[in-house]
C-alpha cells in the first residue's frame, strides 16, 4: 500500500529547492534565507499545510547544526532568548486559527525591510552599545510567535542579535540552539491542530534526503568566509525574505 504522499510536479519543484534553501540557512551561511522556505511552498500549498510538512526536516536540519556548531555557543545568550522564544510559540498557539498566516508574514517581511534599511542608510558605529533587552524581550518573543505559524521566525531575532556583531561560529550556533528548541516546542501543538496528518509526513519523509545536503554545504561555506561577507549575505537574505514575505501578504491574493 503506498503512502498518501503529494505528488504534484509543481508541489516538488517549489519544495525542493524550498528545503535546500532551509538547510543553506540553518548551516549559518545566508541566515535568513529559511523564512523564505515556506512562501515558496505556499506556491503549492496551504501555509499551515506548509509548515507542518516542513516540521521533520527542520528537526534533523537542527540536530545537524547542533552538531556542527557544538563548541561555539553563547550560553549566556540563549538563557536570556528561549524563555522569549517559547512565549512567543504559546501566543502562536493562541492565536493560530484566528490570524491570516500571510498577514503575519507580511508584516513580519515589511519590519525586516524596515530593519535592513535602518543598517544600511544608518549604519551603527564601532562603539555603538548592544540593542536594549527589553527590546531583545519584544523581538525574541515575535520570532517565536512569527516561526510557529509560518517558519519565519529568522528575521526577527537577527534584528536583536546582528547588532551584537558575535563571531560568526558564534552567531550560528547560537540561533542552531535558539532555533532547536523553539521547533521542539512546535510539535505538540502541530499535533493538537491537526496538522501532523499521514499525507503531510509522508511528503515530508519524501523530502527529508535533501535535508541534510544544504546544511553540509552551508556549513562548509560558512567556516571559510569572513566576518564582513558573512553578515552581507545575512543582509541578502534579509532583504529577500523581507520582500517575498511583504509581497505574499499584501499582494499576492
Not at 548551516?27 to 500549498?45: D, E, Q, R, T
Not at 512565549?87 to 530593519?115: P, W
Not at 535602518?118 to 527589553?134: A, E, G, T, V
Amino acid at each position: 500500500m503506498s503512502l498518501p504522499l503529494i505528488t504534484d510536479p509543481f508541489f516538488y519543484a517549489v519544495a525542493v529547492p524550498a528545503v535546500l534553501l532551509l538547510g543553506i540557512s540553518k548551516s549559518g551561511f545566508g541566515a535568513g534565507f529559511g523564512s523564505l522556505a515556506v512562501p515558496l511552498m505556499a506556491l503549492a500549498v496551504t501555509v499551515p499545510q506548509a509548515a507542518a510538512i516542513l516540521m521533520p526536516v527542520l528537526l534533523v536540519m537542527d540536530l545537524l547544526g547542533l552538531h556542527a556548531w557544538r563548541r561555539h555557543f553563547d550560553w549566556k545568550l540563549i538563557r536570556f532568548l528561549l524563555p522569549f522564544g517559547l512565549l512567543g510559540t504559546v501566543v502562536g498557539t493562541l492565536l493560530f486559527k484566528l490570524l491570516d498566516a500571510r498577514l503575519v508574514a507580511g508584516i513580519v517581511g515589511m519590519f525586516t525591510l524596515l530593519f535592513l534599511a535602518q543598517r544600511l542608510l544608518f549604519p551603527p558605529r564601532p562603539d555603538s552599545p548592544p540593542p536594549p533587552r527589553w527590546l531583545g524581550a519584544l523581538l525574541t518573543t515575535t520570532s517565536g510567535f512569527t516561526s510557529f505559524v509560518a517558519h519565519a521566525g529568522g528575521p526577527p531575532i537577527n534584528a536583536y542579535v546582528i547588532p551584537m556583531k558575535l563571531p560568526p561560529p558564534v552567531f550560528t550556533a547560537t540561533m542552531a540552539v535558539f532555533f532547536f528548541v523553539v521547533n521542539l516546542s512546535k510539535w505538540g501543538p502541530y499535533a493538537w491542530l491537526g496538522l501532523l496528518d499521514l499525507r503531510n509526513m509522508a511528503t515530508s519523509a519524501a523530502l527529508l534526503p535533501l535535508a541534510p545536503v544544504g546544511v553540509l554545504v552551508g556549513v562548509r561555506i560558512a567556516r571559510r568566509i569572513a566576518p564582513v561577507l558573512f553578515y552581507r549575505f545575512i543582509y541578502a537574505g534579509m532583504l529577500l525574505t523581507g520582500g517575498k514575505l511583504v509581497w505574499d501578504g499584501f499582494f499576492a491574493r
